[in-house]
């Protein structure tokens, strides 16, 4: 699907350049790797965000065409260990879903930092949690929190910027960075083209995700 600004009632299948094929995860998937060589994917189930079934089926087909990081509403220890078993190499656990930084903690001690990826999730810029009291806590602290959990990995994901083309949030990076020194940072929401992903880089981050540059052509073949 592709999302615009985070709300999933006006997701549609996606229409990219890079396969005739709409709306298949599958297709979309092989011409990731065949098309722009990419060796990872950044892999959001919905249903199971919005607290629906996990589609471990199609996790564990995605994963045999290349390394996957999914995210699949991770809410308990057991979600994340299901989840590498389906294949997945490294594990998210957005802030949307959740319900403390205890099951964080011990998420990553069962399965190790290496294998689990914080997404502080936002909108606008404002922490998206459903648990009281991760909502009171501010961006930088929620990342301190989960850091200080364990994780050395997190996404800064704005849902507002995703698939309108705005820009990224290089600001928010530049404050992620200053605060969490030595961990890895990726950028989501926003990127437009490689100008972008310069910025993005000059702010601290490590990497980033893209996906709405890539379908319209803007990243990727001679542009990538």
Do not use: N
């Not at 006006?10 to 065949?34: C, K, M, N, W």
């Not at 990419?38 to 995605?62: F, N």
């Not at 030595?182 to 989501?188: E, H, Q, S, T, Y």
């Not at 929401?189 to 052509?217: K, M, S």
């Amino acid at each position: 699907m592709h999302g615009t600004g985070g709300d999933r009632a006006r997701f549609e299948p996606v229409e990219s350049a890079i396969t005739p094929t709409q709306g298949d995860a599958l297709a979309l998937a092989q011409a990731y790797a065949s098309v722009l060589r990419t060796s990872e994917m950044y892999v959001a189930d919905l249903d199971a965000i919005g607290g629906g079934r996990v589609q471990y089926v199609m996790h564990q087909r995605l994963s045999r065409i290349s390394r996957t990081w999914i995210d699949a509403g991770v809410r308990t220890e057991g979600d994340a260990c299901s989840l590498i078993d389906a294949g997945a190499d490294r594990v998210i656990v957005g802030l949307e879903t959740l319900p403390s930084f205890e099951i964080l903690q011990a998420i990553v001690r069962r399965l190790g930092a290496d294998r689990v990826v914080f997404s502080l999730d936002m909108r606008s810029g404002r922490p998206l949690a459903h648990a009281h009291a991760l909502r009171e806590m501010s961006p930088r602290e929620l990342a301190r929190r989960a850091v200080d959990a364990g994780t050395e990995c997190v996404i800064v994901l704005d849902l507002t910027r995703v698939g309108k083309s705005g820009g990224a949030d290089d600001a928010m990076m530049r404050e992620m960075r200053a605060a969490l020194p030595g961990v890895d940072l990726i950028a989501g929401g926003g990127v437009r083209h490689r100008e972008d992903l310069e910025r993005l880089a000059a702010a601290g981050a490590d990497g980033a995700l893209v996906a709405t540059a890539v379908h319209r052509g803007m990243i990727g073949g001679d542009s990538a």
